[in-house]
């Protein structure tokens, strides 16, 4: 696998990861997003013209975790090289690791209330900073947790394609393709979390643990060939 296709891979099963964590926090944390920061900025409007104080509540501990994830992670990443995966990146999904893994165990066990806005707190971090790991690789623009302006995006180049004979005839651009696996690996995600919710809501949170740590340990393999 070139390291090319290795960054695109790794984008698309984040966008998994990003599905699964968004249907956890809205299914089983009050209908709040821990990754999707639009919806929660909707939900804190929604909550302040109908004096919702939990919702409310729920909203602002998700933003504020999402924030303490991005700025952890700018910390973490400050110097990187410009390579095809920085080292920086590296580090940054390795805490996100630890946080999802501390979410993991806290559902284990019987938690109380206080806890429960920890659990907000921890999966919206993990995912402010996996925004921020996405944005050090810079593949043409894909968020792993913002979908909005990758279906702008894609939806631009389609509609410029029927409108110029010339382009309609050539390929789909890489691009285009990773625009629309990202959607779909969204959704699949969020379709897995849903199903699995009614067994037990927290269980498919070992799905995102389990790509990360296959991702480092690819990406630290391959920057430690390039050393050689």
């Known amino acids: ?16 990861s990003t599905g699964i964590v968004d249907v956890i926090g809205y299914l089983s944390l009050g209908h709040v997003f821990t990754a ?13 013209g109908s004096s919702l104080q939990l919702t409310a509540i729920h909203s602002i501990t998700a933003l504020s ?13 400050k110097k990187h090289k410009k390579t095809f995966w920085p080292q920086a990146v590296t580090r940054i999904f390795v805490m996100e690791v630890i946080i999802l893994l501390l979410f993991a165990l806290m559902t284990i066990i019987p938690y109380t209330q206080g806890a429960y806005f920890m659990l907000i707190i921890l999966l919206s971090m993990a995912m402010g900073m996996q ?6 690789l810079n593949v043409a623009g894909i968020s792993t947790t913002v979908l909005t302006s990758t279906l702008a995006h894609l939806f631009e180049e389609f509609a410029q394609r029927l409108s110029n004979r010339e382009q309609r005839k050539a390929p789909i651009e890489q691009v285009n393709w990773m625009r629309i ?3 779909v690996l969204y959704c699949l995600g969020a379709a897995l979390a849903a199903f699995t ?6 269980i498919i949170i070992w799905i995102p643990i389990c790509l990360l740590v296959v991702i480092i340990l690819v990406a630290t393999l391959k920057q430690l060939n390039q050393l050689k």
């Open 36 to 48: 999707n920061m639009t919806g929660n900025i909707v939900l804190l409007g929604v909550a302040a």
């Open 65 to 77: 975790g999402f924030v303490l994830g991005v700025l952890l992670a700018i910390v973490i990443g």
């Open 197 to 202: 919710d009614a067994y037990d809501p927290f």
């Open 131 to 136: 925004t921020t790991a996405a944005r050090k």
């Open 181 to 183: 696996g990202s959607i």
């Open 1 to 16: 696998m070139t390291a090319h296709s290795f960054r695109h891979i790794a984008l698309l099963f984040l966008c998994l």
